[in-house]
């Protein structure tokens, strides 16, 4: 599934570029995605309590195998628009199903262990998605075929699985915007902020590149690149943010992102239409910054609440997450028609740039992290809310 979504992901992007769809219309498609992705997160539970996690998941990934050959069978921007809305939303239902699943089944002596090998695949299986561009061209139909055979093909071993399945069990908590900013200003607006950069760079990253003269082949290798950073630099991160402060490891992991951002924009400004080993390196660097945010203030934010609480406020961090992913695209369509290609990369680091302030005042004036609720930083991957089950102890 993983590697199916992250070719996907990619593949619109240069099939979108190729199509010379304009910037606005490009930002329009990939906030349609997190908009399905939004009201996935409602349609799914509801699928699940009346039918099951197996019946739910089949759907799913059926409606998500379908709407990615819809793509390349039906080829306009209101076609695309109604597809990418339907995939958002299956997708959100797809993790919601594995990971409420994984969640239920799961022992407290093994949910750290169930969390890392999750995070790891969820890494692994999108970068090695991208090397799937290296064999076919985006103007083709093949390779949304064969996102549709890998999304088709995450339904053979739920459907054939003999375990029971997990009982429903109804939470009617909830944490609201008012009370997470009461909780932590800079967790609430950094996991907002995160989702302006992200998805705005997922929807321009390989538009961007091709406009500035690199191929499809280059463009998906510097996407790997980011996710690779994304992959390397959350523990490292995760760590110093557990050993001197976790205000300072946002306010690193912002700063990391604002300055690769703006080499990457030098560089490219620069003339540079071809890949080289030192864009590679910045566009690690990007990932890994860009990337370790959402976890760190995921961590913050747990750091101030009971364990109980936890989940809850976690997934209600998830949503603005995926509000603020909404809007990035369409923002940083401003830019792009302000500057050039390359002004996805300025958007990024101007909103990294608010992270930075919003981190170096609460630093100063923020409360103190009581010693009682503060745990050890945990990398979440930014998928559905029923993960964020395993980071309970």
Avoid at 70 to 99: K, N, T
């Amino acid at each position: 599934m993983v590697l199916g979504h992250g070719l996907l992901n990619t593949l619109v992007g240069l099939r979108a570029a190729h199509e010379a769809y304009s910037d606005v219309v490009i930002g329009i498609l990939t906030s349609c995605y997190y908009v399905g992705f939004i009201l996935g997160t409602v349609v799914a539970m509801r699928w699940i309590s009346k039918v099951g996690h197996i019946r739910t998941f089949a759907t799913c990934a059926t409606l998500a195998s379908s709407s990615a050959l819809g793509l390349v069978l039906i080829v306009s921007p209101v076609s695309w628009a109604v597809f990418r809305l339907i995939y958002g939303m299956c997708i959100s239902g797809l993790y919601i199903v594995i990971e409420s699943w994984l969640n239920s089944m799961a022992e407290n002596n093994e949910r750290g262990k169930i969390l890392s090998v999750y995070m790891l695949i969820s890494y692994v299986g999108v970068i090695l998605g991208q090397g799937f561009i290296f064999t076919s061209s985006a103007a083709g139909f093949s390779l949304f075929a064969l996102c549709s055979i890998l999304l088709s093909l995450a339904l053979v071993p739920v459907s054939i699985s003999n375990s029971a399945q997990p009982v429903v069990v109804k939470d009617t908590e909830r944490f609201g915007p008012l009370q997470l900013i009461r909780v932590s200003p800079l967790a609430t607006f950094g996991c907002f902020c995160s989702g302006l950069i992200l998805s705005a760079f997922w929807g321009f990253g390989p538009v961007f590149l091709l406009r500035l003269g690199f191929t499809a082949n280059e463009a998906a290798l510097f996407i790997g690149a980011t996710l690779l950073g994304g992959l390397l630099l959350q523990w490292p991160l995760g760590i110093l943010s557990d050993k001197i402060n976790r205000r300072v490891a946002i306010g690193i992991s912002s700063l990391l992102g604002i300055l690769t951002a703006i080499f990457i924009v030098l560089v490219l400004h620069g003339g540079l239409t071809h890949m080289t080993p030192w864009l590679l390196v910045l566009a690690m660097g990007y990932g890994g910054g860009n990337y370790a945010l959402y976890s760190l203030c995921i961590a913050l934010m747990n750091d101030f609440l009971e364990q109980k609480h936890m989940v809850r406020a976690s997934g209600g961090l998830l949503a603005l997450h995926a509000v603020g992913a909404v809007i990035g695209p369409v923002l940083a369509t401003v830019f792009i028609a302000m500057t050039d290609a390359w002004g996805m990369m300025l958007f990024s680091a101007v909103v990294g740039c608010v992270v930075f302030a919003v981190t170096v005042f609460q630093f100063f004036r923020g409360r103190t992290i009581p010693e009682a609720t503060s745990d050890d930083f945990v990398a979440v991957p930014r998928t559905g809310w029923g993960i964020l089950g395993l980071m309970k102890k």
